[in-house]
Each structure stands twice: as structure tokens, then as C-alpha cells.
């Protein structure tokens, strides 16, 4: 496999810190080092046994003790790695049993406990060893299970929901971000939008994409004509707008040649191809502060972030490769950055720091 090199690119931003009486320019960086790899495929070349192997999926989590886990695309399971990237356990798997799981809805990590939505009709909840517990009866109707579920604080959990809607012509499809308690009734209702069910590819634009950290809610759509970051406290009130000055920006001939070898028959072409987002997705890291991803590593652009304290912009981020990017790498970040190969079922997994860059020293 060829190595995959991470360049960390900056500065675009100055913080301007008091000193004395004079105001004086720092300039901030973000330093990362590769600590290692977790590889999903056994060969002659790695050591991973078969129960720690695994087929990437989008699906993961970590928790405060900083293990990761993985929906297993092959098993069906939640595969448990610690924070050195050692395999920890296997929980649940694909069948019809009680510890077992028929169709994985989504699922969240808890403390020591995961809980995974099955079927839309039940709740089952298995230790991190891989123990089941218990399973419970959805208390709501089926159609309004939570797509992707974070945890608040003890009592609250916040969740994206979609629903159908019958009863208009023609049917809606409701997206939600909404607050629920630890029994999963729904709370509250923070966010709500409607989309033609006959046009469900574009709710990737419509649905709500969240990040939370110890104080706010950060969510914000995938709008190719506006950036805003809309910010709400725990109890899901608002509090104000993160906005950036943004112009649509059209694809350059170069990435529309790229996009359209990959797009062969796609009706939904220019839905998605003509004009760039002006966000993919926004993210919260260790020290509290909002990443917000600009582009996302596909036909040939690097993965880059600009990075908030609060709603002042700091800083940015790229991230480079050497070989062309297409549908293959995600990062995900916590207290590590996980940039995942799907390519090759494996994860790069960088500590990293955010802080004054060093100056730079002339030569004699």
C-alpha cells in the first residue's frame, strides 16, 4: 500500500494576543504526528487476526476513555479498538438472535455501554467488552428512530431524525434535530426541514449536520450559496449565527473533467457537480474549538478545515495526499485525528496540538 503523507498547512489567520501595552500578531498552527495505524485487512505483512479485521463503513464513534468503534460493513458488528489501536472486542453481529442484531439503524457509545438501534423497533444495549444487556421497545413510532445520536450530558441526547410524511401529496420527508431524554422520547424539536420524497438524493443538502462540545450545539446545512453555523446551548436554545462572506464558486474544468468520468449516467449530476458547498461537515476537537470542513479530499482537492474559538476565525488546515482522492478518505476527529482509507480499510490515526508557530529562524 502506498504511504499516505499529511501535510499541515497554515496560517491564513492572526490571533492578536495583549502584550504589555502593544498588540502583537500570533501565528497559529496546528502540529500533528502519526502515532499508528489500524489496518482491516489481514495479510502477510500485518498481524490482525481475523476477529479484528473489518469493512469500513461512515458509522463511527469514540468515547471519553477514548475507545473507537466501528460498524463492521462485513459482520455486522461494532468492532472496539483502545486508544494505543489495539482490538478490544466485537460487539453484537448480523442474525436473528437476541444478542444479535437484524438491521443496524445507528448506534452511539456511552461511557462503558453502546446501544444500537435495530430493526427501528427495539434498542439493545451490550457492554464495551461485547456483553448484551438488555434490549428495549422503541417508545416512539418506527419512522422516527435517529439516524446519528450524541450525548449531551446524563440526561439529554440529541439526535437527526428523518420522517415520512403521508399525509401530504407529495410525500414529505421530514429532517429533524431534535432532543431526547436517556429513555429516547423525543424532547424537543431544534430544527425541521421538508423535501419531496421523489427527490430524497438532494436531503444531503437539506439534512442537518451537527457537533457538539461542552457548552454548545454547532449545526449547519450543506448550502452551496451561504456559510452559516447556527449555535445552540444544551437545552436547545438558541443562542447566534457563525457567518462567513461566501460566493457560489462553480467547479474549475480540471475537477468537472474528474467529477464526470465518475458520473456516467448520474441523473442527479448537476444536483450535486456544478457548484462547490460552501461546508461538508463541521467537527469540535479537544480544546473545544469548531472545525469546519471546506472540501472533502474527492476528485483531486485536499481535505481542508477552517478552524473557530468561539465564532473568531483562527485558523485553517489542509490536508494533502499524494494520489487522487475519490470517495476513499474521511477524517473524523476527537481527541486524535482519524483520517480512514476506505480504499484500503484502514485508519491513520495522528495525536495533535494546536499552538503558536515557531518563528522561523533567518539564515546568516
Known amino acids: 500500500m502506498r504511504s499516505i503523507h499529511l501535510i499541515l498547512l497554515t ?17 497559529m498552527q496546528v502540529k500533528a504526528e502519526k502515532i499508528y495505524t489500524i ?6 505483512a500485518n498481524s490482525i487476526t481475523p476477529e479484528a479485521a473489518f469493512d469500513l463503513t ?28 489495539k482490538y478490544y472486542s466485537s460487539v453484537a453481529s448480523s442474525g436473528d438472535g437476541t444478542d444479535q442484531i437484524k438491521s443496524m439503524d445507528t448506534f452511539f457509545a456511552d461511557k462503558d455501554t453502546v446501544y444500537i438501534f435495530d430493526s427501528r423497533t427495539k434498542i439493545k444495549k451490550f457492554l464495551r467488552p461485547g456483553e448484551y444487556v438488555s ?11 435517529p439516524l446519528a445520536v450524541s450525548v449531551l450530558n446524563d440526561s439529554t441526547l440529541l439526535g437527526r431524525v428523518s420522517t415520512l410524511n403521508y399525509s401530504s401529496e407529495p410525500v414529505l420527508i421530514n429532517l429533524e434535530l431534535a432532543l431526547f431524554d436517556r429513555k429516547f422520547n ?64 462553480k467547479f474549475s474544468d480540471e475537477e468537472s473533467r474528474i467529477i464526470k468520468m465518475s458520473q456516467t ?15 461538508h461537515d463541521i467537527k469540535t476537537d479537544k480544546y473545544g474549538y469548531l472545525w469546519v470542513q471546506r472540501s472533502d479530499g474527492n476528485f483531486g482537492s485536499d481535505i481542508s478545515f477552517d478552524i473557530f474559538d468561539g465564532d473568531r476565525l483562527f485558523l485553517t488546515l489542509s490536508m494533502k495526499y499524494e494520489e487522487i482522492a475519490q470517495n476513499t478518505r474521511w477524517v473524523y476527529l476527537s481527541d486524535q485525528i482519524y483520517v480512514f482509507d476506505h480504499k484500503n480499510d484502514k485508519i491513520d490515526v495522528y495525536d495533535y496540538t494546536i499552538e503558536p508557530a515557531k518563528k522561523q529562524t533567518p539564515d546568516p
Open 135 to 145: 434490549a428495549s421497545d422503541i417508545p416512539y413510532d418506527q419512522s422516527t428512530v
Open 11 to 27: 496560517i491564513i489567520a492572526m490571533v492578536l494576543i495583549q502584550c504589555a501595552k502593544v498588540q502583537k500578531p500570533v501565528e
Open 58 to 85: 461512515y458509522a463511527v464513534q469514540t468515547d471519553k476513555d477514548g475507545f473507537l468503534y466501528l460498524r463492521d460493513e462485513k459482520t455486522g458488528s461494532i468492532k472496539v479498538f483502545d486508544k494505543a489501536g
Open 186 to 249: 423525543k424532547k424537543m424539536i431544534m430544527l425541521t426541514d421538508a423535501l419531496n420524497k421523489e427527490v430524497i438524493q438532494r436531503s444531503y443538502f437539506v439534512e442537518p449536520v451537527f457537533a457538539v462540545n461542552d457548552k454548545y450545539i454547532y449545526t449547519a446545512k450543506r448550502s452551496r450559496d451561504e456559510y452559516r453555523i447556527k449555535l445552540y446551548t444544551h437545552s436547545g436554545e438558541f443562542v447566534r449565527d457563525i457567518v462567513q462572506d461566501y460566493i457560489p464558486v
Open 265 to 279: 449516467g448520474n441523473p442527479h449530476y448537476k444536483d450535486f457537480f456544478e457548484y462547490k458547498l460552501a461546508l
Open 39 to 44: 489496518e482491516g485487512k489481514p495479510d502477510s
